[in-house]
């Protein structure tokens, strides 16, 4: 995609699932990849593996916990000195949590909301001051079909991705007759470690979603490619996969208090 030639990408949550995706899919187009996250073993690990296909690419690893602030001003800081200037942020990074609202752990929904909301808003607000001295540039947040809908049992997750696809919709308008497309991607369930670390100690496994709505999964590479194509035909919002960007569009005009009813039977049976 001629979109990406040539660009400075900044990748969060690349150490595995999409993220690692996003960067193998952008490695053959960009100049240089900026790849994020806590662990390092794995980011160098995708950095080694995509140096070795793509020799004439630079690819960075920052290690960050990006629910601290201080870490996050710190990558700014050093994006800065090492004069990287980002023109595609892809806030990637995030958690989610399945079970009672009652019986969370505070902790838990605390770096949710810490991720999923503060790192990604602060992370584009530090960089986008940037983007819009040198011009063109895009930014890609990674939010969920969670977000259109007010999911029981992944009630803080849903509001988060409610946040993000809002964000990124009044950014969009904000931004686009200043040079930068902002896009937010809302993927339904894709296969990646994110169910594992959604479910609870000791309960179920909560990708069975996969197995309710066989239909709507899609693959990360899919999820992936969706995505960069909204980008470059500057989509404000993209669902991957047909079947599920159709179910949504109707589920979106149906009156609320049906969806009401609809998730409220849903629920019951959890
Ligand atoms: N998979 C799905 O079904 C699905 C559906 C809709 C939306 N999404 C969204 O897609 C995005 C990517 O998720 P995924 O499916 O690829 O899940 P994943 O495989 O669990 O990836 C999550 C990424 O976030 C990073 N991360 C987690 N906590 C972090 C922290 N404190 N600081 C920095 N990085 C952190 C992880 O890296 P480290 O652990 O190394 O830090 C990892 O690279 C998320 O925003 C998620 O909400 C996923």
Redo the contacts with the bound molecule.
């Keep these: 995609m001629k979109f990406f030639e040539g660009c400075t990408a900044l990748i ?10 996003f960067a193998r899919q952008l490695a053959p187009l960009a100049s240089r990849l900026v790849l ?4 390092k073993d ?2 160098e690990e995708l950095a080694s593996t995509l140096r070795s296909i793509h020799p004439q690419l630079d690819i960075r690893v920052f290690e ?5 602030s201080d ?1 996050r001003q710190a990558l700014a800081d050093w994006l800065a000195n090492e004069k990287l200037d980002i023109n595609f942020l892809i806030n ?5 949590d399945h079970g009672h609202f009652e019986s969370s752990d505070w902790t838990r929904v605390q ?1 949710m909301i ?3 909301i503060t ?1 990604l808003t602060h992370l584009t607000h530090l960089l986008v001051g940037g983007m819009l001295v040198r011009g063109r540039a895009a930014i890609l947040n ?5 977000g259109f809908f007010p999911l029981p049992n992944m009630a803080v ?1 849903s509001a988060t ?1 409610a946040y993000v696809t809002s964000l990124s919709e009044a950014l969009a308008i904000e931004l686009r007759p200043r040079g930068i497309t902002v896009t937010a ?13 959604a479910t609870r100690p000791g309960e179920e496994d909560s990708s069975s ?1 996969f197995e309710t709505f066989p239909a709507f999964v899609v693959s ?1 590479a899919e ?1 992936v490619r969706d995505g960069l194509r909204a980008v470059a035909n500057d989509r404000a919002r993209i669902i991957p996969g047909p079947l599920l960007a159709a179910a949504v569009t109707m589920a979106l005009v149906i009156p609320f208090c049906i969806v009401r009813r609809i998730l409220t039977a849903k629920a019951a049976s959890f």
């Design positions: 969060t949550g690349a150490s595995s699932g999409l993220g690692a995706e994020v996250a806590r662990r794995l980011l960050a916990d990006l629910t601290r870490r990637n990074a995030g958690l989610g770096e810490d991720l999923n790192a990674v939010s969920s079909v969670a997750y991705k991607l809302c993927p339904g369930p894709v296969p990646t470690e994110f169910f594992d670390i979603h990360a999820a």
